[in-house]
């Protein structure tokens, strides 16, 4: 078997173990390296002229990316992946005791697993490149760092710090490594080997006292003081994941019982809580997501066909999609984009859109001003159809009106090349009646974004029955150039996103409107999991908007889509949500103390507002409907399978992520589960509670869609 750690003595005394996984990409920890590390260790201990070990990675762009997660799956019960963590921490402890220094030397990326073994490490020197960051994102996937991160962390950096790397599972760059203790020192790549094995030759340095201000001294030095840092950050966890996440606790109780018993008492416990933590279901559903994205990178969206190269891109319209789009190709994809709106107002906006978020990078000092200006180079303008003939895509974001679009298709066929693709980003009309206009139809595609574009993950990509493959492959690339995640749906009204969600959203209208109150609706989802909850979410996306694709939906689909009454008594007291301050909160001045309700809203919709309903059955109500509606949609192939379904929603709706998408959670509850729950609604609310064909099979057969 090819090794993956090879020792190499320099005449100085200085050893250099590098670790190289062959045939990968990038480093990961797996179990079956510990015997090979173990015996090198014992040489290095058995060789008394190495006087220093140096401890690097063979890849160009990565120390060690974290552990390899797939061996987790490999383990049946709790125990087996306790004792993976305690083979971890023995390794780590063998290094750690080494009577000579071992310093890391990293560039790249630094996580989990990686990280942990670097803190094992005596001393710590990382390269200023971009491609460093370091973290500990396990809490993303449900778990803690089961290495000896939750102890050795917090002995390095503090109490404080270390929760909030482990709590959030943010990555830092190398300045911010260096000011918070987490690495001795930055240097640049082309002298990190050489500053490493300066550190190991000037010998062990004893650690000095961390710097920290008194507050935090005060609070991290005394048993009292830690436990009201924990019972803090207990409260703070609790509140922020209303109890869902099982993980952040018990990465507080590794850091408790470690600083208040010791480190050998913290890894037992942090052993102990690994391996519990990866029999969880939440944290299954957490690595369902986190494979299900790492396969999607590889797909192409239409089998063999090969993605065109993008090398510039029109975006028609420079609104708030348009601006959005055309950031997100210049900043992340790098591709030179050429906006053009009818006015001078959508180009400034266009520009101002992409200044506003590079410049806050500049002022975060993660970007210089000439990188910055660099991207601004990147995007130009016009109100004329200059300068676009050679676009190898455009991505049309005008104003939702069929004509108009038309109108587009057929600039777009006129003035570009015969390869341009044109790719549409219209929330409601179906693409199909958008191709009507085209004479080269395998061009067109939709490309639905989401708002706000540069921070919502996930991209429609929709073909209609003529899209030519090569179309769908090379928009699929383009949208993941852009950082995004593509998932390819078949045209219907709606697509995939918004139709599971437009019933979701009219059954918490129809609660509203049985006089459940509308901070008492938002609360309910919210503790169900979701990041806001519904009445929130149509202030914020625009009641209009809703108002808009409501009757659309409901012509296309059917009767079950017809939107409460409510929308037009909303609609006519000019209640457009957050984009003009009145909708269902109040905004503004007398939103400053905190979010309200407009109680006003409930004269209007003659409602006396109440709290009776059980939050439960609330969430149970509207959440059903989305999941039936998600069934629909996988029976009539909008969506090519339930992983798609459930990244769609997970990414493009924010369905809570530790039940792993609509299509994990109903295997969870059971296909005869889901159709019991809509039948019982079904009686007591009418029709639109109807259970899906598919769902009922599946129930009468026992399936499961996994
Ligand atoms: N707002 C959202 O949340 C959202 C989400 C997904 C999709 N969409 C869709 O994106 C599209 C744009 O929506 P928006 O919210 O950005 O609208 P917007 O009103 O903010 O922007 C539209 C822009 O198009 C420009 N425009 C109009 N006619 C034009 C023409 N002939 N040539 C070039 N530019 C022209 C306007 O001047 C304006 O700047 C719509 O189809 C909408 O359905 C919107």
Redesign the pocket.
Known sequence: MEKTFSLSRRDDGIALLTMDVPGETMNTLKAQFAPEITAILQEIKADSSIKGLVLISGKADSFVAGADISMLDACETAEDARLLSRQGHHVFAELEGLNIPVVAAIHGACLGGGLELALACHQRVCSDSSKTMLGVPEVQLGLLPGGGGTQRLPRLIGIAKALDLMLTGKQVRPKQAVKMGLVDDVVPESILLDTAIEMALAGKKTRKPLKQPLVTKLLEGTPVGRNIMFDQATKQVLKKTQGNYPSPLKIIDCVREGMAKGMEKGLEVEAAHFGALVATPESAALRSIFFATTEMKKETGAGDAKPRKVAKAVV???????GGIASVTTTKAKVPVRV????D??LS?ALGYAYKLLDKGVKRRHMTSAERDKLMALMTTTTEYRGVKDADIVVE????DLN?KH??VRDIERECGEHTIFAS????LPITQIAAAASRPENVIGL????PVEKMPLVEVIAHEKTSPETIATTVAFARKQGKTPIVVKDCAGFYVNRILALYMNEAAQLLLEGQAVDHLDKALVKFGFPVGPMTLLDE?GID?GAKISPILEKELGERFKAPAAFDKLMADDRKGRKNGKGFYLYGKAAKKGKKVDESVYSLLGLTPATGKEAGEIAERCVVQMLNEAVRCLEEGIIASPRDGDIGAIFGIGFPPFLGGPFRYMDTLGAAKMVRLLEGYQSKYGDRFAPAALLKAMAAEGKTFY
Do not use: P, R
């Not at 028609?316 to 348009?322: C, F, Q, R, S």
């Not at 980003?425 to 409601?428: A, I, L, P, Y």
């Open positions: 028609l319209g420079g609104g708030l999609m348009g053009k709106d009818i006015s107002k959508g906006n974001a005008v104003f939702e108009l109108q587009m980003n219209t929330s409601s639905h974004y989401f708002s996306v908007v």
